[in-house]
């Protein structure tokens, strides 16, 4: 089981996205859960990230939204950011 930490800045972007987005709420508590279990479960679709974000990964919201993070000491996740593709890239 990994331990999920919230970065103020995602903290700030969730309020954000589920202020527009309310529908998504219960998908984002599904992904949650699946990230504690196993961040690298084929239906979050995570995948690394490179280039100034290659410190990171990503899973799949949906099709359009992303929701990034960072695995440290294998059992810490931070939340980094959230949104659409173009916009946490």
């Keep these: ?3 999920i930490y919230v970065t103020k800045t995602f903290s700030r972007k969730l309020k954000t996205f589920l202020k527009k987005h309310p529908e998504l ?3 984002i508590s599904n992904k949650f859960d699946l990230l504690i279990k ?3 479960d084929s239906q979050l679709r995570t995948h ?3 280039g100034t974000l290659r410190n990171e990964n990503a899973i799949s919201l949906t ?4 929701i ?3 695995i440290q000491n294998e059992d810490e ?3 980094t950011n959230i949104g659409l593709h ?3 890239y």
């Excluded at 099709?63 to 992303?66: A, K, P, S, V, W």
């Design 68 to 70: 990034l993070f960072i």
């Design 1 to 3: 089981m990994y331990k």
């Design 38 to 40: 196993n961040p690298f």
């Design 63 to 66: 099709y359009e939204y992303r």
């Design 77 to 79: 996740i931070y939340l």
């Design 25 to 27: 709420e219960t998908t």
């Design 86 to 88: 173009d916009e946490v």
């Design 48 to 50: 690394k990230l490179s």
